[in-house]
């Protein structure tokens, strides 16, 4: 993701110096309004990665809350988790699942549900999923963990 941000601020000061601003007079607020805009979108992505590590994905004694940013997109009981495992690439996912993805990183754990959950898309929209594809950074230590969540629940 730095480097996302690195090739953003380039952009913002070639486009700051290399375009001839100069030549039409009438454009001179507008380079300035372009780089205020460019570096305004420099500091909202900044943000955005920091809400990706400020607010993780929760687990709970009794439930799973999921995450994108500050927004809770996701919570989904333990006693309808009905299997975890590591996938590998994930194709072309059905419509019945939820798809929660870091910057630059695929899908690389999914979880299965033995009844449907409500889901919140960022913009408000709910639907109903029966499947779960996360991207975690430590998938083989997220498995164990979620299998254990999902294991005391179906055992009580």
Known sequence: MGVLIAVMAVEA??????VPWHRVAAF????????????YGIWRTIGWVATLRAYPHVLTADMLHLRVGPLTVAE??????????PIGALADPPRSCL??????????VRI?????????????????????????E?????????KSHAEQAAAT
Do not use: C, F, K
């Not at 989904?76 to 495992?85: A, I, Y």
């Open 99 to 108: 798809v929660i993805e870091r910057p630059m990183a695929p899908p690389n």
């Open 112 to 136: 299965e549900l033995a009844e449907p959950v409500r889901v919140v898309s960022l913009l408000g929209a709910e639907r109903q999923v029966t499947g779960i594809a996360l991207a975690l």
């Open 138 to 146: 430590h998938p083989s230590d997220a498995v164990a963990a979620l």
């Open 13 to 18: 000061a070639a486009v700051h110096t290399a």
């Open 28 to 39: 001179a607020g507008v380079r300035w309004l372009v780089l205020a805009l460019s570096l």
């Open 76 to 85: 989904v009981p333990w006693r309808l988790v009905s299997s975890v495992t």
